[in-house]
T-cell receptor
Framework: DGGITQSPKYLFRKEGQNVTLSCEQNLNHDAMYWYRQDPGQGLRLIYYSQIVNDFQKGDIAEGYSVSREKKESFPLTVTSAQKNPTAFYLC???????????????FGPGTRLTVL | SQQGEEDPQALSIQEGENATMNCSYKTSINNLQWYRQNSGRGLVHLILIRSNEREKHSGRLRVTLDTSKKSSSLLITASRAADTASYFCATDPNAGGTSYGKLTFGQGTILTVHP
């Protein structure tokens, strides 16, 4: 049963703590992405990775860190440096086909992070 | 700034009516995609239209693309209560023809279909 999973579904964090959100995919996709969604807003790109051991900053990378040690996994750490981390976090993956324009993204169910 | 901007921000219709959502963008693109998000869930890909296409159909969905106006529309025909969701357009910027897979999402249209 192929797909992309995120855990936990809900996460509570005290101010000053780092937390790590998990994202795993078994779709054999090359690229993975992390987005942040605030209430009533669209998605903003935090980080993305097109290949193992390589990742790029998105539009709002400050206060976040990632790693891509395995093709299947792309965990996101929300550090204490992130000023307003309460949000809905979505992970996605896609197949990169060189110059092909077919690159729809497949999304996980999301993690809702609340800072207490 | 957001590449894609949807219009309207919210749309409320009765079951059986058609729903039309619009998306405008700023730079040239490889393709434009529409996604659906049910409340509190992840996004689901609906349809992709390439920059050299003008219209595409998928079931009750019809997407148009006007690259001269940098705009797209999503039409859902014969809407159902189950179509209630947020709909987002996403653009794949044209970086010399190579797709790097990085999408830019708009802020979405909230569609409510009343039974």
């Amino acid at each position: 049963d192929g797909g992309i999973t995120q855990s936990p579904k809900y996460l509570f964090r005290k101010e000053g703590q780092n937390v790590t959100l998990s994202c795993e995919q078994n779709l054999n996709h090359d690229a993975m992405y992390w987005y942040r969604q605030d209430p009533g807003q669209g998605l903003r790109l935090i980080y993305y990775s097109q290949i193992v051991n390589d990742f790029q900053k998105g539009d709002i990378a400050e206060g976040y860190s990632v790693s891509r040690e395995k093709k299947e996994s792309f965990p996101l750490t929300v550090t204490s440096a992130q000023k307003n981390p309460t949000a809905f976090y979505l992970c996605a993956s896609s197949m990169i086909l060189g110059t092909s324009v077919r690159n729809e993204q497949f999304f996980g169910p999301g993690t809702r992070l609340t800072v207490l | 700034s957001q590449q894609g901007e949807e219009d309207p921000q919210a749309l409320s219709i009765q079951e059986g009516e058609n729903a039309t959502m619009n998306c405008s963008y700023k730079t040239s693109i490889n393709n434009l995609q529409w996604y659906r998000q049910n409340s509190g869930r992840g996004l689901v890909h609906l349809i992709l239209i390439r920059s050299n296409e003008r219209e595409k159909h998928s079931g009750r969905l019809r997407v148009t693309l006007d690259t001269s106006k940098k705009s797209s529309s999503l039409l859902i025909t014969a809407s159902r209560a189950a179509d209630t969701a947020s709909y987002f357009c996403a653009t794949d910027p044209n970086a010399g023809g190579t797709s790097y897979g990085k999408l830019t999402f708009g802020q979405g249209t909230i569609l409510t279909v009343h039974p």
